[in-house]
């Protein structure tokens, strides 16, 4: 089972500001990884698949990139709106498919 | 647009049975593998189970198999789950979403599902 460990687990940052969310897997998943976005009291929503590829509506302002065991969720500049718990997701070998623990992002 | 309802949960004793349903719509439901992802408590997601576009093909995680059976019918556009022997670890919102290549790209609201005498 590949295992994702997401850094750090709590990021608090000004709006405004860059956010740059961490992602490593177990063993690579060249670039068969996704990101969610799941806002408190929502489902998850698609932001990300493929590592770099924004799913449709996504805002331009959240970015992914990394390819093997290390990937990166950049949001260029947070809103309010950007509050949530930010998690990975690996389709490379599976069943099963994984998670990551998840990045929760806070405004200052 | 997609929408995707989940029903059927709700408070149910350990040992027991219960079965979820998703119903969807806005798009062509027998085109597409269906997934069942759940979270527990103020925890994070846990992939459970994916049935494929014509319900041929399952996978389950380990923590479910031999207990848990995805299913679907295609007439009725409806995806289930069915939970058979539940422990409080099966205590958790349960989500229906369908598969962009193994990603899950649209989800459904979750039901919860608590396991409790």
Known sequence: EIVLTQSPPTLSLSPGERATLSCRASQSVSNFLAWYQQKPGQAPRLLI????????????????????????????SLEPEDVAIYY????????????????????? | QVQLVESGGGVVQPGRSLRLSCAASGFTFSSY??????QAPGKGLEWV??????????????????????????S???????????????????????T??????????????????
């Not at chain 1, 493929?50 to 949001?75: E, K, M, Q, Y």
């Not at chain 1, 990975?88 to 806070?106: A, H, I, M």
């Not at chain 2, 962009?100 to 005498?117: I, R």
């Open chain 2, 76 to 98: 009725k556009n409806t995806l289930y789950l069915e939970m058979n022997s539940l422990s409080a670890e099966d205590t958790a919102v349960y989500y229906c979403a369908n």
């Open chain 1, 88 to 108: 990975c997701q690996q389709r490379s070998n599976w069943p099963p498919l994984t998670f990551g623990g998840g990045t929760k992002v806070e405004i200052k």
């Open chain 2, 49 to 74: 189970a994916i049935v494929s576009y014509d319900g041929r093909t399952k996978y389950y995680a380990e923590s479910v198999k031999g207990r848990f059976t995805i299913s679907r019918d295609n």
């Open chain 2, 100 to 117: 962009l290549s193994e990603y899950f790209q649209h989800w459904g609201q979750g039901t919860l599902v608590t396991v409790s005498s």
């Open chain 1, 49 to 76: 698949y493929d590592a770099s590829n924004r799913a449709t509506g996504v805002p331009a302002r959240f970015s992914g990139s990394g390819s093997g065991t290390d990937f990166t969720l950049t949001i260029s």
């Open chain 2, 33 to 38: 593998g269906m997934h069942w992802v759940r």
